[in-house]
């Protein structure tokens, strides 16, 4: 199986950063509001992380290597 290269990943990254925004976002509003969603903050973040996992693991070294020095300054 190829695995992502540089260019993969900073689309994933794109993609996981901007889910992950956006589920806070929609997290705060239904707070706001008074509203319960279904899906919990803490269960999505569980998942987000299984999901980040996945990727890791099928990253090249120097993709990974280059997405973990530009992603958590």
């Known amino acids: 199986m190829k695995k992502f290269d540089i260019q993969d990943r900073i689309i ?3 993609m996981v950063d901007t ?3 956006e589920m806070h ?3 705060d509003e239904a707070k ?4 319960r969603l279904i899906i ?3 269960y999505w973040l569980q998942m ?3 999901v980040q996992d996945k990727i890791d693991n099928l990253t090249t070294k120097k993709a990974l290597s280059q997405s973990n ?3 958590y300054k």
């Open 12 to 14: 994933l990254d794109e």
């Open 19 to 21: 889910f992950t925004a």
């Open 25 to 27: 976002k929609n997290q």
């Open 32 to 35: 706001l509001m008074g509203t």
């Open 40 to 42: 919990t903050r803490e």
């Open 48 to 50: 987000i992380k299984v």
């Open 69 to 71: 020095q530009y992603r």
